[in-house]
């Protein structure tokens, strides 16, 4: 008798509190109020959601670790009729919190800066499958390599989300003459790479011809092969992050791009 009251009870609020799961990965999590947090979460078949984790900002909340920046979880979400925009978080099975991120800031850095550019690249709501296995792949990966290469991965991943948006520069000629030169100027507004003459001196910054090469195998190379890849030096590595950033589809420079650069 009293499982089947049990059972009439979790269908009759499931039904009235409209009760999902979602798999979410956290990309922010943002103190409300004195208890609570809302969290920014990247799922896999709903987008970029925001979730109201409530008494989030207590040691004794079940799925505290589900909050963190980071987390993947299978979150249970229910939305109320007096907050119908925004779901609430009844509970989270970690699946993982790739922990290893916080090991290094090396690790650190780059995962706040991809978990920073998918939240600035995303309209909410907007469901982008391949984002969401870049991210998390990413996110993974970041934790298993060696922590040098915390910065390569984070150029690639920026190369891969311009490719997957759109916005992946032309980085094989000059996109004016077709001109294969040493050198070159990054022209974001063109989209890609011009020779000196068609620049007329006019660019972002100026890249060899091998750098260019290199982005273009980062942008289509197989992420478990990053591992292997040849690393250029860091202040290259940096200046090509820093230079295929101004590439993406955003109003604002992202914050966690400085703490990645050198002063
Ligand atoms: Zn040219």
Do not use: W
Not at 14 to 27: K, T
Not at 50 to 73: E, V
Not at 179 to 192: C, H, P, S
Not at 193 to 202: F, M, N, Q, V, Y
């Amino acid at each position: 008798m009293e499982r089947l009251l049990l059972f009439a009870l979790s269908i009759f609020f499931g039904v009235f509190m409209n009760r999902f799961e979602h798999e979410a990965i956290v990309l922010k999590s943002a103190r409300s109020g004195e208890n609570d947090r809302i969290l920014t979460a990247l799922t896999l078949k709903a987008g970029k959601i925001s979730i109201m984790a409530k008494g989030a900002q207590s040691a004794k909340c079940k799925y505290l670790l589900s909050c963190q920046p980071f987390a993947f979880s299978q979150f249970v979400l229910a939305l109320y009729p007096k907050n119908p925009l925004m779901p609430y978080a009844i509970s989270a099975d970690l699946i993982n919190p790739f922990r290893n991120l916080y090991s290094s800031v090396e690790r650190q850095a780059s995962a706040c800066f991809a978990t920073e550019a998918v939240d600035a690249v995303l309209e909410p709501e907007a469901v982008d499958s391949h984002v969401f296995m870049l991210l998390y792949h990413t996110l993974r990966l970041l934790c298993s390599m060696d922590a040098s290469r915390a910065s390569l991965m984070a150029l690639a991943f920026t190369l891969k989300l311009l490719a997957i948006c759109g916005h992946a520069p032309e980085l094989g000629a000059c996109l004016v003459c077709g001109a294969k030169l040493e050198t070159y100027f990054i022209n974001v507004d063109m989209g890609g790479i011009l020779c000196a003459r068609c620049a007329k001196g006019e660019g972002e910054c100026i890249v060899s011809s091998l750098e260019a090469e290199y982005s273009y195998a980062l942008m289509h190379m197989d992420m478990e092969s990053l591992g292997e890849v040849y690393l250029v030096d860091e202040a290259t590595q940096l200046k090509l992050l820093k230079v295929f950033c101004l590439f993406l589809p955003i109003q604002r420079q992202l914050r966690s791009l400085t703490s990645l650069l050198p002063e």
